[in-house]
């Protein structure tokens, strides 16, 4: 394969993580934006549907191949939230720290053993717009939430994201470190492994 | 686990394969019509979408955890039609018969090197109505289409279907000889990992 694929992304540092990854197998990702495509509507009710939902629609505009990922932090104690609202959960014009105010007020009284929680990713990949069979890769990383911020790395909630095998928040792993074993690292690992397979 | 699990399907052979497949998981399947369930709209752009809704409106109505699966017959000749649309290629009254007719005359022209074709199978499973992290497998079974109807077993497009690894149709393997191979087959004995490694 040697070709170019419609990242459904606006976001340079994971067009970075997508090329980095993925180079050796001859893809170069372009972003939508380049393409003057707008977000598409997240109306899924799962993480798959919502990365085919974008995939979709990059697809559609630009007649090219297209990659999407959708990801979130799912919180036991919260019975899975945020979930698939993960960006949103302070409302549509929440920022980050706004996300992880109220996640920390909605487990303040919580204790550590209870505090478990995963950062999950969905990577689909379309041929086209009208492909019935995308390649879905996922993928779990599992820590707990702690109870303050921690560490000046990363995005969203990575500064209350516990990282037991390293012993530090995922905003204080170095940048490589994070990539190579983040759900989304994990993911993008398998999603080598099913285009390999694929041919 | 031990669990009643709805299965968005009406169809007993279905049912009885999830049931020989998984039962050593302490699962017991339970066909929706017993539920006075009414089949839902395939209105989904993948098999993936169109398993997720069937399986989310079985959940829907009885407030149970819901397997559904979506297969359908992919022939490269023909740009992977019939696809997604494999049980109503000859129209939403169309049957077995007509279907495979339909597929016959699409490919009358053509000659054995380009009749590769493949079953393909996705299974979910939701714990509930709002699960928004499904259990997917999915699986694929290669063969090509024959010039004829061969075989009296299976269902659909088996008759049309030649399994290079057995030199015949897939409606002339014996029943348990396919169901360990076929698509769904493989699916479910995927899922059953994914069963296993969830808890």
């Known amino acids: 394969m040697s070709q170019r694929i419609v990242l459904a992304s606006g976001n340079a540092g994971k067009l970075r993580e997508f090329n ?12 939508q934006s380049e393409f003057g495509v707008q977000d598409a509507d997240e109306t899924g009710l799962t993480f798959v549907e919502n990365a085919l939902i974008k995939a979709r629609n990059a697809a559609q505009h630009t007649g090219m191949p297209a990659m999407a990922d959708d990801s979130g932090i799912v919180v036991d104690a919260l019975g899975g939230a945020p979930g698939l609202y993960s960006a949103r959960y302070a409302g549509e014009h929440g920022d980050d720290a706004a996300n992880n105010a109220k996640l920390l007020q909605a487990l303040q009284d919580v204790p550590d053993a209870q505090r478990t929680a995963r950062f999950y990713c969905c990577i689909v990949y379309l041929r086209h717009a009208e492909d019935q069979l995308p390649i879905i890769a996922e993928a779990s990383w599992e820590g707990r939430i702690l109870h303050s911020l921690s560490g000046a790395n990363g995005f969203g909630y990575d500064p209350l994201f516990y990282v037991p095998t390293h012993g530090c928040s995922s905003a204080e792993l170095p940048p490589e470190e994070k990539n190579r074993i983040s759900h989304r690292g994990q993911a993008l690992r398998k999603l080598h492994e099913l285009l390999e397979k694929a041919g």
Do not use: N, P, S, T
Not at 20 to 31: H, K, P, S
């Open 20 to 31: 980095a990854m993925l180079a050796d197998l001859g893809i170069e990702f372009v972003r």
